[in-house]
């Protein structure tokens, strides 16, 4: 199996001896830069190769605050091909400037705390960076004190960020439309809670439009970790501003007062919002302000749900196959509870796809995610780790586990019904071919086959690669060394 390309895992903390702050620094493409910024260590070091991987990621590393410093993204040439071949030296005529500001736009409405840089190979390179959207430039021998220089050049800046000024009630600009997760569970955009949200009002921090503060850095949160509570903070915050009762109602109904302003993003009726007293003329400013928090919490999860995804099965995909892992080991290192790795690979994959072409090999990876998914509990998850690879994670949160549940007790049936369901299965793509579709693979349960990811999935590869060997056709146990079916 292949490594990822990246230095961090989010179950690793700093060793002892490094300082307790470290600055994110998210590399995006292939450049001699991760090597020098890795010796750093000031430096907590994220590595991707391409722009779409570099939003999934950007999505899981901590929001900036006292305790964490502003992320930094440095983009290399070539990490997404407008950027190729655009160097002072030798522009390109089919460049297109507006690729990567959009690039740079998606990455601020995700994180609006990130400084994102251009790496260019020429100090006269350095003039692209603000005139493509970047905060800065930086050539490639670059250290922390550079990026942190060319990320706040006009101002001495500390990495960690300083209390935001006092401004008026902002009205954040609602994202482009453009199409993109206790563990990190990727899925759809959830609905706005039915509920109405309301609070009695704190007395007025200061009037409207003079020094109301700034408190979005709640909303910010929200955002960022999926929350469905964002309405919520979201009449927590225009409380504060306004000095009056206001309440959300996610729907039309016989309470919602006749004066409420509809909340609407992009045309979609997302609730109604109502404000008593002096301050009620302000409630239509107010929803479009609101309509563009709940836009963005949109677009984020879909995003999210994106970056963690196989397109072509729908299963989720090695990245988050690689955060849930690490977070239901550390779940389960503290609950003192098991849980286990199932690696499965199709037999004979590649003469499928010769014999009946990739078309053949796509359809017959969607059945086998679609059957995987058919026999497993609904706290498991189907991962597609690369080609015919899958994995699926059988692990019980210790917040949904019962008292007397057993984790691992069903897990053995589950593999006999999926291998009957394979056996038996139709698959009309391979009506000619000479036997059933079968696949081989490795169970791994965790302590007992390994402490950590890393060794888990070595061991259930050599398990896999032992029942290859063996004749292909069967799931080799890790716990018990004789255990086949």
Known sequence: MDAPLTDH????????????????????????????????????????????????????????????????????????????????????????????????????????????????????????????????????????????????PDEAHSAVPAPAPELPLPAPRAPATHPAPGPHHAQAPQPVPPAAQAHPAPPPQSPLGAHAITDDRSLVDAVLAGSEDLPAHAVGVLQRRLGSTVHFFAARGPGVPADAAEVVHEGRPLGWLSIDGAAQPHAARAAEWLAAWLGLAQRHAELRSHAMTDPLTGAFNRRFFEHYLADALEDCRKSRTACAVLLLDIDNFKFFNDRFGHAAGDAILREVVKLLRS???????????????????????????????????????????????????????????????????????????????????????????????????????????????
């Open 375 to 485: 026999v497993i509990r609904t706290s498991d998850r189907v991962c597609r780790l690369g080609g015919d690879e899958l994995a699926v994670i059988f692990y019980e949160p210790s917040s949904q586990r019962r008292a007397s549940a057993k984790p691992l007790s069903s897990i053995v049936p589950i593999v006999q019904r999926f291998q009957r369901q394979i056996q038996s299965h139709r698959f009309p793509k391979l009506e000619s071919a000479p036997g059933p579709l079968s696949l081989s693979g490795g169970l791994v349960t965790y302590p007992w086959d390994g402490r950590d990811a890393r060794e888990l999935l070595n061991r259930a590869d050599e398990l896999l690669l032992e029942g290859k060997r063996e004749g292909k056709n069967r799931v080799k146990f890790g716990r018990d060394d004789d255990a086949t079916l």
């Open 9 to 152: 895992h989010h179950s690793q903390g700093p060793a002892p001896s490094e300082p307790a702050l470290r600055v994110p620094v998210l590399v995006v493409g292939r450049c001699a830069m991760a090597r020098q910024l890795r010796k750093e260590p000031a430096v907590a070091l994220y590595r991707v190769e391409s722009a779409a991987d570099a939003l999934g990621e950007l999505a899981h590393i901590p929001p900036a605050s006292a305790q964490s410093p502003t992320p930094i993204v440095v983009i290399a040439p070539g990490a997404v091909p407008e950027l190729a071949t655009s160097g002072p030296d030798h522009a390109d005529p089919d460049h297109d400037p507006d690729a990567e500001r959009r690039l740079v736009d998606a990455m601020r409405r995700l994180r609006p705390d990130v400084r994102v840089l251009r790496l260019v190979d020429h100090p006269r390179g350095s003039d692209d960076g603000r005139r493509f959207g970047y905060d800065g430039a930086v050539l490639p021998g670059a250290g922390l004190d550079q990026l942190e220089a060319a990320s706040w």
